[in-house]
């Protein structure tokens, strides 16, 4: 047969067409008569190409077989060791409390998909999203697109599909922020939420704390402290019993030591009253007498302050055992009546007042201490040039004198020589 096709090699035929051959005759050979032998040789030659290539093929897979059983790994751009660490990398453990990494993709009105890099997405509910509570995911910045690592809490019984949570994880840092914040004994800012009948309770660092009623060192109701800052310090911090303790009086004592007379301090208008303004100077409450806001009359209050502004003010006087704190803006005006018609003047220039104004103190108290040691010359006390004594005990306060209700000398009613 193949004999018979190489006969035919180098013969050349028109190309078959049906409209050929049925618009012509049947070609017979001269000598017999019979029909060509043509379309028998084409299909054995095309027999034969298609027996070629299938041997080709053939010989191919069993080249490849030879080299699997034999060479499994030849050519391959990795080992099987690196193909098992690619496993261990991408596999983790899908058990309860086990921290994993992932990608938000999609966000809904309940939560959001996490790509955990398992075999279906894990989902984040919109309660176990953030410390604080919210309505929605994206109010935590949770988006498409953030990575972060999240713990697993569940598992959905429906899908199989994983539960994560970023709450968990968010609540293991704030208990180490709060031992830190009292290992460095600092004070911080909580807010009351609720109270009971042993105390408050007020937030920090999303975490809720107890301050016990004789850890408060103001006379407030609880009712008034709902929703109000308080200066706050550790007690105690025990997180395997969920215990946070929290007290304000150790904070305003550390507050109130800082608070001398003299002082300037920014402040913040809590409330107007017809005899002065309440200013907050970190979580303690002083009052601004109508009399200590300017050396010019204030008929209204109103009309020079307002809940919420933001001011200087320099501390007149301060007693611990009550808790008052007296203010003024008086002493820092440069100028009387600029706290009425220039505020922001008082409040650049009210450093410099206010050293003037202790000066004035020191003076005072040097010439109180003159007077002393005329009536105790025993003491062996000698004042210098510079108006300065040697040891001293004295009855004196700590943080000097008490000038609030010293009226000037045109107004005491005595004699001008």
């Known amino acids: ?47 034969n190409a298609q027996t070629k290539e299938r041997a080709e093929l053939k010989k191919l897979f069993e080249d490849a077989y030879e080299r699997c059983r034999t060479t499994p790994l030849e050519g391959v751009p990795f080992t099987l060791d690196d193909f098992n660490a690619a496993l261990e990398k991408y596999d983790f453990n899908a058990e309860i409390g086990t921290k994993v990494k992932g990608t938000v993709f999609k966000t809904d009105n309940n939560g959001a998909l996490v790509d955990i890099t398992a075999k279906s997405s894990a989902y984040l509910p919109v309660q176990e999203a953030c410390i604080h509570k919210i309505k929605h995911v994206e109010d935590a910045g949770i988006v498409p697109g953030l990575k972060d690592e999240f713990v697993i809490i569940g598992e959905n019984e429906v899908d199989d599909s994983l539960i994560v949570s970023l709450r968990s994880i968010q609540y293991e840092l704030a208990w180490e922020r709060c031992r830190q914040l009292q290992t460095e004994d600092v004070v911080v800012k909580g807010k ?44 105690e911090v025990d997180e395997e019993q969920s215990r946070l303790v929290l007290s304000n009086r150790k904070a305003m004592a550390d507050s109130q030591a800082q608070l001398g007379i003299g002082s300037v301090v920014i402040g913040t208008v809590q409330s107007l009253k017809p005899y002065g303004a309440f200013i907050d100077i970190g979580g303690i409450n002083g009052l601004l007498h109508v009399s200590q806001i300017s050396h010019d009359r204030v008929s209204d209050i109103a009309t020079v302050l307002q809940p919420g502004d933001t001011l200087k003010v320099m501390i007149l006087s301060h007693d611990r055992e009550r808790g008052r704190v007296s ?91």
């Not at 999303?206 to 706050?232: C, Y």
């Open 192 to 235: 009351v939420v609720s109270a009971n009948k042993g105390g408050v309770v007020a937030v920090v660092e999303g975490l809720r704390g107890f301050v016990p009623f004789s850890q408060i060192s103001s006379k407030s109701t609880a009712e008034d402290l709902i929703e109000r800052e308080l200066p706050l310090k550790f007690v």
């Open 327 to 417: 203010l003024s803006t008086k002493k820092l005006e440069p100028t009387p009546g600029d706290m009425i018609r220039n505020p922001k003047l008082v409040f650049e220039k009210a450093e410099e007042m206010a050293q003037t104004f202790r000066q004035r103190i020191a003076q005072a108290e040097a010439m109180a201490r003159a007077d002393m040691l005329r009536f105790q010359p025993e003491s062996g006390l000698t004042l210098s040039s510079d108006g300065i004594l040697g040891p001293l005990t004295s009855d004196l306060p700590a943080e000097g004198l008490d000038l609030t209700d010293v009226p000037p000398a045109e107004e005491s009613g005595l004699p001008v020589a």
């Open 1 to 47: 047969m193949a004999s018979l096709a190489q006969q035919f090699t180098g013969l050349r035929c028109s190309p078959l067409s049906s409209s050929r051959f049925s618009k012509s005759k049947p070609f017979y050979s001269k000598q017999t008569h019979k029909p060509t032998l043509f379309p028998i040789v084409s299909a054995v030659a095309i027999s």
